[in-house]
T-cell receptor, first 116, second 117 residues
Framework: EPEVTQTPSHQVTQMGQEVILRCVPI?????FYWYRQILGQKVEFLVS????????KSEIFDDQFSVERPDGSNFTLKIRSTKLEDSAMYFC??????????????FGNGTRLTVT | AQKITQTQPGMFVQEKEAVTLDCTYD???????LFWYKQPSSGEMIFLIY??????QNATEGRYSLNFQKARKSANLVISASQLGDSAMYFC??????????????FGKGTSLLVTP
């Protein structure tokens, strides 16, 4: 069964550094998402991406964050200058473009980001 | 304001018993979807079941069923014949039908389920 893949599985970085989290969504999916989950807390929406542009973003997704689909397969999340509070599990997800209400999000296994 | 409320932070159930995980939601949309996901200790998010706002029948997927009560805005997950492998966090989520949205899912805080022998 096709799956969403994320790399790396764990990233450690120093405060103030830039990080890029990478995702390969399922190949025929059209909508792409980033979520984050601070340890022990709920899964929070960051951003959705469709047709090569952001379609929605949350208050968390400030100017330090950016997303890109540099080619036909990768979908990246960049954090420009990491803060301690950016430490979290970051999930990429994708879904098929049909039937918006009933198509589930397919999640990757996540990248655990630790900012020191 | 919370869109999805899961009032049970933790639940215990004995193996082979059924368990109900509660979820209430808040929306003014007529068209929306409700989803349940399972997150085992390994961390991945696994889709379990979906219920549409216009679906007249409760959704079922194997041992999972969704008790959908639209007037009460509740979408409780029922797991029948619990297994040890069902021990995990369970998240309820909703997708609303705003036309300018990316149809993102809004998650509740989750319920931690522990299945005991």
């Amino acid at each position: 069964e096709p799956e969403v893949t994320q790399t790396p599985s764990h990233q450690v970085t120093q405060m103030g550094q830039e990080v890029i989290l990478r995702c390969v969504p399922i190949s025929n999916h059209l909508y792409f998402y980033w979520y984050r989950q601070i340890l022990g807390q709920k899964v929070e929406f960051l951003v959705s991406f469709y047709n090569n542009e952001i379609s929605e973003k949350s208050e968390i997704f400030d100017d330090q964050f950016s997303v890109e689909r540099p080619d036909g397969s990768n979908f990246t999340l960049k954090i420009r200058s990491t803060k301690l509070e950016d430490s979290a599990m970051y999930f990429c997800a994708s879904r098929a473009g049909t039937a918006p209400y009933n198509s589930p999000l397919h999640f990757g296994n996540g990248t655990r980001l630790t900012v020191t | 304001a919370q869109k999805i409320t899961q009032t049970q932070p933790g639940m215990f159930v004995q193996e082979k018993e059924a368990v109900t995980l509660d979820c209430t939601y808040d929306t003014s949309d007529q068209s929306y979807g409700l989803f349940w996901y399972k997150q085992p200790s390994s961390g991945e998010m696994i889709f379990l079941i979906y219920q549409g706002s216009y679906d007249e029948q409760n959704a079922t997927e194997g041992r999972y069923s969704l008790n959908f009560q639209k007037a009460r805005k509740s979408a409780n997950l029922v797991i029948s014949a619990s297994q040890l492998g069902d021990s995990a966090m369970y998240f309820c989520a909703m997708r609303e039908g705003r036309s300018n949205s990316g149809y993102a899912l809004n998650f509740g805080k989750g319920t931690s389920l522990l299945v005991t022998p």
